[in-house]
C-alpha cells in the first residue's frame, strides 16, 4: 500500500490500519506482488463475520488461521497494544520520542493487583519436558476456560514468556495477570462475588 514510505512512516501506517480495523473481517496476507484488487474474498473460520474476535489468515492456497486461539480478553489486550502502537509511532514520526520508546518491554509485572503462578518442577531433564509440554498444551485454554466460567468477575492476561531461575535447571514458571472487577457497589457484594468466582475455579 505504501511502498514509498520510509521506516517511520511505514511504521505509523501499519499501527493506523491495524488498530482501525474491523475484526468482524478477517485480515488476509497476501503473497508478494499480489494487486489487492485481486485479493480472495475470504471468510472467518468457520464462515462466520459476526465473531470480532482477531482474525489473521496466511497467504495460502485454502487460507489458513494463523490465530485460533485468541479470546475475547487478548483481542481487547491486542488492540489496546494496536492503538498505543499507533500513538508512539505518530511521536517517532513528528521526532517527539525515540524508537526505544515504541520497542520497550510492556511493565506486566506492575501493571496487576494479583497473579497467578503456575510452577512446574522436575528431577530430571526428560520428565521435566514432559511435563512442559503437557503444560504448554494445557495453558492455552486457560483463558477460554476463565472467560467461559467466569467471565463477568474476572479476566486474565498471560505473560508470554515462561520465567526460568539458573539455580532451578529443571523448573520454569507461567505468569497471568489477573484483574478482579466490581461489580454493583464497590464496598458491598461486587467484590466478594469476584473474589469467590476465583477462588471457586482454582479449586477445580
Not at 509511532?89 to 520520542?97: F, H, I, P, R, Y
Not at 476456560?145 to 526460568?164: D, H, M, Q, Y
Request: hydrophobic share 40%.
Amino acid at each position: 500500500m505504501f511502498p514509498q514510505a520510509d521506516l517511520a512512516q511505514l511504521a505509523v501506517r501499519i499501527f493506523r490500519v491495524l488498530s482501525q480495523w474491523n475484526w468482524q473481517e478477517p485480515l488476509c496476507l497476501l503473497p508478494y506482488g499480489t494487486s489487492r484488487r485481486n485479493a480472495p474474498t475470504v471468510l472467518a473460520p468457520g464462515g462466520s463475520r459476526s465473531d470480532a474476535k482477531v482474525s489473521v489468515l496466511l497467504p495460502l492456497d485454502n487460507p489458513l488461521c494463523a490465530t485460533p486461539n485468541v479470546t475475547d480478553a487478548t483481542t481487547k489486550v491486542s488492540q489496546r497494544e494496536l492503538q498505543h502502537g499507533f500513538q508512539k509511532t505518530q511521536q517517532v514520526e513528528l521526532m517527539s520520542v525515540q524508537w526505544e520508546k515504541v520497542c520497550s518491554t510492556g511493565r506486566f509485572f506492575q501493571s496487576h493487583r494479583h497473579y497467578l503462578e503456575l510452577d512446574f518442577m522436575a528431577a530430571s531433564p526428560a520428565v521435566f519436558a514432559s511435563w512442559q509440554s503437557w503444560g504448554r498444551q494445557q495453558t492455552q485454554n486457560l483463558v477460554q476456560l476463565f472467560e467461559s466460567t467466569c467471565s463477568n468477575g474476572v479476566t486474565l492476561r498471560p505473560w508470554p514468556a515462561w520465567i526460568k531461575d539458573a539455580t532451578w535447571p529443571y523448573a520454569c514458571a507461567l505468569f497471568v495477570g489477573v484483574h478482579l472487577k466490581h461489580s454493583g457497589d464497590d464496598q458491598g457484594e461486587g467484590r466478594k462475588c469476584s473474589v469467590s468466582r476465583l477462588s471457586g475455579f482454582l479449586k477445580l
